[in-house]
């Protein structure tokens, strides 16, 4: 009976027991896969069977009690007897109590986030870095203050260049006025100077190329009016009047305050028959400037020819004055 009752004391045992490995255990180390197949081939022999149970199962004192709920208490009693390993259990608890504690703490810093390290020359390249902006501010600042010091001295250059080209041109020395605009270099001529070298032409007969020097003029600044002043008055003596006419227009265009371009407009519109236009001209010139005597004689003219013969005198009466003459 009592063999009996060993074997089906084992068999029930064993049964629950292994459902708990596979709970427990789900690598297990090398030398206890190596005791478990060694204890499989004869575990109906073997009484190390119990000892190989308690060992995979941490928790194997209340485990074993509870699988043994119902089996007779002879049995539990040799079991008990024969495997007396208290050594060997109390030495099982603690490694896997340091087992546990040493998961536990692993679990614990694989949830706790660790601060990587990183090694970084950040310092070392941010001070290179400041280092190399500073030297190329320093680089751009002094070729900038390198460069402005080249204008300058071109500027003053060109500056006493053109002022001794005007003062020979006061002078009435226009070639020599002319050899000195001629040694400024064209992109850098202002417009003045082109004007002023268009005059010198113009009073050395050339007239075609004191045309060329206007054109350049106004290129050169597109609401300079005495460039188209000046075409204007080439025209008018050409007998081209419409295109005198147009450059006057642009004249008033860029300076609607000078006398002289409306006057110069006004004779221009008398040449081709436009009295009232012309007239409309003259009256300008007068309000801008009535101290010019010719600008009140073709106004006379201009009513005299509009047959209103009234009006034409108050502005010849105007003409005597200023010129000095008796009515």
Not at 171 to 185: G, H, I, R, T, Y
Not at 210 to 216: E, N
Not at 220 to 237: C, D, M, R, S
Request: hydrophobic share 35%; net charge positive.
């Amino acid at each position: 009976m009592k063999k009996i009752a060993l074997v089906l004391g084992i068999i029930l045992f064993l049964t629950p027991v292994t459902n708990a490995e596979e709970q427990i255990i789900t690598s297990p180390a090398p030398e206890i896969s190596n005791m478990a197949d060694e204890v499989n081939s004869s575990f109906s022999e073997s009484k190390k069977t119990n000892w190989f149970i308690h060992r995979i199962k941490p928790h194997g004192k209340h485990k074993f009690e509870g699988v043994n709920k119902g089996v007779n208490k002879e049995v539990n009693k040799e079991v008990t007897e024969k495997v007396n390993d208290k050594e060997i259990k109390t030495e099982f608890v603690k490694e896997n109590n340091t087992k546990k504690v040493t998961t536990s703490e692993e679990k614990k810093i694989k949830e706790v986030p660790q601060k990587e390290t990183v090694h970084t020359t950040e310092p070392a390249e941010k001070v290179l870095k400041d280092e190399a902006k500073a030297l190329e501010k320093e680089e751009k600042k002094k070729l900038k203050e390198e460069e402005k010091n080249r204008q300058y001295k071109e500027l003053q250059e060109l500056t006493d260049l053109y002022q001794q080209a005007v003062a020979l041109y006061t002078d009435n020395n226009l070639d020599a006025s002319l050899e000195a605009f001629a040694k400024m270099p064209e992109d850098k001529r202002p417009a003045q100077a082109w004007l002023l070298m268009g005059n010198i032409l113009m009073d050395k007969g050339k007239k075609d190329e004191a045309v060329f020097m206007y054109g350049r003029a106004v290129l050169t600044e597109p609401n300079f009016y005495k460039g188209y002043y000046n075409l204007g008055n080439v025209y008018l003596a050409d007998d081209k009047f419409n295109m005198a006419i147009e450059q006057y227009k642009l004249a008033v265009k860029y300076n609607p305050n000078n006398a002289y371009v409306f006057y110069n407009l006004g004779c221009a519109y008398l040449k081709i028959g436009e009295l009232r236009k012309a007239k409309n001209a003259f009256i300008r010139a007068i309000e801008l400037n009535n101290q010019v005597a010719d600008f009140h004689f073709n106004m006379a003219y201009v009513y005299k020819k509009l047959k209103k013969d009234k009006q034409a005198k108050i502005f010849l009466n105007n003409y005597n004055k200023l010129t000095g003459q008796v009515d």
